[in-house]
């Protein structure tokens, strides 16, 4: 069988996925168009005139499918669409002829495999799904342990208003009045929270390459997201024994509450009960936090995620 990878700047776990049933990569579009959707698309949609031929086309993202547009028109294939990005969120919002060209092309989409419940529930088609989590380097967050401290911190890499940053340093301030606390961001900063990096006891260190040395130093992990298909940040934390503190809209939200339904907040209100919560209860927690993440194994999800590909292809 010939796989084709359509890719953006492929995610890691998505690099894994796509190597695992030994598909061939190809480029969605040029780097340089990736910050013009409608230039991008076009090209994408010319590619197609020259796109090579297989039995399967693994794309990125559901919106992927105008590549192959053209193509479908000619010849008979398999499109499996990873659907692990609020595309389909921020489709609600497009203009009508925009939606119209998006819905032709992931009509034709056979297959999605979506990252969470969060993300399946948004693909407003009845096609085979399936949900396969990503993984994250489990052993290598084993290895850290949580700080007998109030800092909290949280793992970007993209620092944005979809991530929440926003409403955690909103949090920060609130809880800092009690615990004299310290609050750090690993990643980089969206250019309109730049003020961020004004505010006392907060420390944005950009992208690391090991942001573990900061996980040491803290004892508290929070995702404030607005959005967050999965969150690979979260399944790292619980990896090194945090009892992370994230939102209903937060993809991994379920393995969190499977620690403590405490843990999974709406409100402000109930971020600070959380913290409180995490303070007294993280020694004792963390162990069942460290047990849930290894499940999330690299080895574990990749053998997911071929399964969920083979009922993909099934009549």
């Known amino acids: ?40 698309h076009a090209i994408a949609i010319l590619k197609g005139l020259i796109m090579p031929k297989a039995d399967v086309y693994l794309i990125e993202s559901p919106m992927m499918a105008t590549a192959l547009l053209i193509p479908s028109f000619f010849r008979k294939f398999n499109i499996v669409a990873i659907n692990s990005d609020p595309f389909f969120i921020a ?13 032709t092309a992931c009509k034709r989409i056979d297959a999605y495999v979506s990252t969470s419940k969060i993300m399946d529930e948004n693909i407003p088609w009845n096609k085979k799904r399936t949900i396969v989590p990503p993984f994250a380097d489990i052993q290598r967050f084993e290895k850290i342990t949580p ?84 969150g690979v940040n979260i399944i790292e934390a619980m990896a090194a024994g945090f009892t992370p503190i994230v ?47 290894k499940e999330f194994s690299k080895e574990k999800i990749v053998q997911k995620f071929k399964k969920a590909f083979a009922y993909a292809l099934k009549p």
């Open 147 to 230: 700080a007998n401290n109030s800092d909290i911190c949280f793992i970007g890499p993209h620092l944005n208003i979809n991530k929440g940053t926003d409403r955690l340093v909103a949090l920060f301030r609130t809880v800092k009045k009690t615990l004299n606390n310290k609050l750090y961001l690993v990643g980089e900063l969206q250019p309109e929270l730049e003020w961020i990096k004004k505010e006392k006891d907060v420390t944005v260190t950009g992208r690391m390459k090991s942001p573990e040395q900061i996980l040491n130093k803290c004892g508290i992990y929070a995702n404030m997201a607005r959005l967050e298909p999965a």
């Open 247 to 293: 939102t209903e809209m937060c993809g991994f939200k379920e393995e969190v509450r499977k620690i403590s339904p405490e843990l999974v907040i709406n409100t402000p209100e109930q971020a600070i009960k959380a913290i409180d919560f995490v303070i007294q209860h993280q020694q004792e927690l963390g162990h069942k936090s460290a047990r849930i993440a």
């Open 1 to 40: 069988m010939n796989v084709v990878f359509l890719y953006n700047d492929p995610h890691a776990v998505h690099d894994a996925w796509a190597k695992s049933i030994d598909a061939k990569f190809l480029s969605f579009a040029p780097e340089w168009t990736k910050n013009n959707g409608i230039i991008m």
């Open 91 to 103: 489709r609600k919002s497009f203009n009508t002829i925009t939606k119209k060209i998006f819905d």
